[in-house]
């Protein structure tokens, strides 16, 4: 079992909808939780942190599910500037350790 | 642009040459990692750094794969003998306390063996 997992999409979506994605992540000890997004040819840049009181940042709302072990991005109001990769990253911060895992991430088409 | 910066942005070889990136982070982070992304994939960890101390590798990184941060800045990552498979994005990342407190990526080095 892959220690992150995504739907790899892809999500298309009409302008004005509400996508949301899940992550499922394997390693209960995990202590961080992001999302990032990705565009075409580009570097990963951070869209927000995972908390586990959930978080909202504009339209964007994370979640965080400890006990099901999965994270979720809920976007509203999709833009076709939205359309990207959004990768879900995990670290679990073991002792030792601070590595970070990522998921194969989601792709998302916002159409016109 | 996060303040990390990779050179060359491009890169073309030949199977069996060697190669070598450098990873410029942004000062004050004393964190550095290597991953390696394909097409249609997440980043992959390589290896990171704290300081000038390399803490952890991945198995993903044969004997063919060097990594050093020689004074706790900047990092370098060789490929010796390179094969077809090394084609990917090579991405730098550094550690910190900027907005928020997470990695920051470099552009990336585009890696392609013929």
């Known amino acids: 079992r892959k220690e992150v997992e995504q739907d790899p999409g892809p999500f298309n979506v009409p302008e004005g909808a509400t996508v949301a994605f899940n992550c499922t992540y394997s390693n209960s000890a995990s202590q961080s939780f992001f999302w990032y997004r990705q565009d075409c040819r580009k570097e990963p840049k951070l869209l927000m942190s995972v908390y586990s009181s959930g978080n909202e940042d504009g339209r964007f709302t994370a979640q965080l599910n400890r006990a099901s072990q999965y994270i979720s991005l809920l976007i509203r109001d999709s833009k076709l500037s939205d359309s990207a990769t959004y990768l879900c990253v995990v670290s679990p911060f073991r002792s030792g350790t601070y590595k970070y895992i990522f998921g194969t991430g989601t792709r998302l088409k916002v159409l016109a | 642009d996060t303040g990390v910066s990779q050179d060359p942005r491009h890169k073309i070889t030949k199977r069996g040459q060697n190669v070598t990136f450098r990873c410029d982070p942004i000062?004050?982070?004393?964190?550095l990692y290597w991953y390696r992304q394909t097409l249609g994939q997440g980043p992959e960890f390589l290896t990171y750094f704290q300081n000038e101390a390399q803490l952890e590798k991945s198995r993903l990184l044969s004997d063919r794969f060097s990594a050093e941060r020689p004074k706790g800045s900047f990092s370098t990552l060789e490929i010796q003998r390179t094969e077809q498979g090394d084609s990917a994005m090579y991405l730098c990342a550094t550690y910190g306390r900027g907005r928020l407190e997470t990695q920051y990526f470099g552009p990336g080095t585009r890696l392609l063996v013929l």
């Open positions: 000062s004050e982070h004393n964190r």
